[in-house]
């Protein structure tokens, strides 16, 4: 590609893929950035490079689609043509490439940061924005490993990393154009605002909210839409419901999943002044809405892929588990979709963590997995459940068990 003419601001997005083009690009776009798109599919890229636009169509009764314009790609391995970019104005980097990917697009960074130090540009701000708590820090640690001493001191006073947390689902879409994107109107992007720098230019990205409790906000999503999604599409797996639609449209998934959200729910609220249960209640229903939006089609085996990722400690299920310990408060259900998630098993998946689980559990056996994916001790009362989930769920299905 050639290099973008700087009439407008520069924005470099990591990952053209759903929540690449489907929202943060777009909202980067529509804030008056040209967002340069970096990644490791030709087709996209060079479609990117052709059109200069696309179709974002959203997904509700009301159908409309907006356009999305002023945006290009580049290979991430086409490091001459990255670094050519960053000597433009260039205000913010971000990323959606999958928390297992994010290291690798730390050398791309690197190279960024590297000759925009040579050329001393001014501060930029990076911002992860993956379903991972502190998925900005992770990449810092990752770009500092590709740094000497003297880069990293430029680092520290010119890059500012922040975490943020990400909501909008925007699953896989058939289109006839490749870039077109299919959303739900709904959308929540909030940024940590005390790890953004004052860039050149400063632009105020509409459609990006800015907090002090950037923790609290993380959690809730992780632990309230993320969780959700999780349990409702392991449990929607063993009831042989394809989608997430037609998972949470069964009503004995609905009121686990209810079930669930209603303990994690109740552990954030005390746990984090800023929200209260009323508030908390309604974001609830408002989560299992979306899930029924029946005008968008996530397969379950989306939703719930890569169950390990999905199965660490902090993570959305474990993470929402461990708070309710700290305040001894039920967690039936939360459990329950711990083993839920240990069941998930799709016939002839490709994803390597669905191979690598059901091969640990056969070769250690359960309780030890459950030992080690949790860290909780031998006898700990809530090993036991998760156990006895398990064995009810993988003997009788999940309907039955109602
Ligand atoms: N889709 C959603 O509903 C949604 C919503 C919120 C957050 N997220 C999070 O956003 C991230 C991306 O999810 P997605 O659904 O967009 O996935 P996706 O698979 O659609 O997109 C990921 C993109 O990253 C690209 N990529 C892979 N390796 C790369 C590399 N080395 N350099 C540059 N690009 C690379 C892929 O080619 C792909 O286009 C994940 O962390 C996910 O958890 C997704
Ligand atoms: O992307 P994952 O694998 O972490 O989680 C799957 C879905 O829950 C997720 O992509 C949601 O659609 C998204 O987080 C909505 O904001």
Redesign the pocket.
């Known amino acids: 590609m050639n290099v973008p003419n700087a009439e407008k601001p520069i924005a470099i997005h990591f990952g053209a893929g759903n929540i690449g083009r489907g929202f943060i690009g777009a909202v980067l776009s529509q804030a008056g950035f040209h967002v340069v798109f970096v990644d490791v599919q030709k087709d996209i890229i060079d479609a990117l490079n052709e059109e200069h636009g696309y179709d974002l169509h959203i997904l509700n009764n009301e159908s409309h689609t907006e356009r999305v314009e002023n945006v290009s790609g580049v290979m991430s391995t086409d490091l001459e043509t990255i670094k050519k970019i960053s000597k433009e104005p260039v205000s913010i980097i971000t990323t959606a490439v999958g928390?297992g990917v994010l290291p690798k697009v730390a050398k791309p960074i690197a190279e960024i940061i590297k000759t925009r130090m040579v050329d001393k540009r001014g501060p930029i701000d990076i911002v992860a924005c993956e379903?991972l708590q502190h998925a900005t820090d992770l990449l810092k640690e990752e770009i500092e490993k590709e740094l000497n001493d003297d880069e990293c001191e430029y680092m520290q006073e010119n890059i500012g990393f922040a975490v943020c947390t990400?909501?909008?689902?925007?699953?896989p879409f058939e289109s006839k154009n490749i870039l077109d994107a299919g959303v739900e109107p709904f959308y929540e992007w909030t940024v940590d605002r005390n790890s953004l720098k004052k860039t050149d230019p400063d632009v105020t990205i509409k459609g990006m909210h800015t907090t002090d409790n950037l923790d609290a906000y993380v959690q809730r999503?992780l632990f309230t839409?993320?969780c959700g999604?999780?349990i409702t599409s392991y449990l929607g797996f063993l009831s042989h419901k394809p989608t997430i639609l037609e998972a949470i449209q069964t009503p004995s998934i609905h009121s686990a999943v209810s079930k669930a959200l209603r303990e994690s729910g109740t552990a954030l609220v005390k746990k984090h002044a800023i929200f209260n249960e009323d508030d908390h209640n309604r974001y609830i229903e408002t989560t299992l809405h979306r899930f029924a939006n029946p005008h968008i089609q996530?397969e379950v085996t989306?939703?719930g892929?890569?169950p390990l990722?999905?199965l660490k400690k902090g993570d959305r299920l474990l993470g929402p588990i461990e708070m309710c310990r700290e305040f001894g408060l039920p967690r039936e259900g939360l459990l329950m979709g711990v083993a839920a998630a240990l069941l998930f098993a799709p016939k002839d998946s490709e994803d390597e963590q669905v191979k690598e689980l059901k091969g640990m559990i056969e070769e250690k056996g359960l309780r030890k997995v459950v030992l080690e994916l949790t860290g909780w001790e031998e006898g700990d009362e809530d090993v036991e459940k998760v156990v006895g989930e398990y064995e009810k769920l993988k003997g009788k299905g999940f309907d039955c068990r109602l």
């Open positions: 928390a379903n990400v909501d909008r689902i925007v699953p999503k839409l993320n999604h999780a996530d989306r939703v892929k890569e990722r999905k």
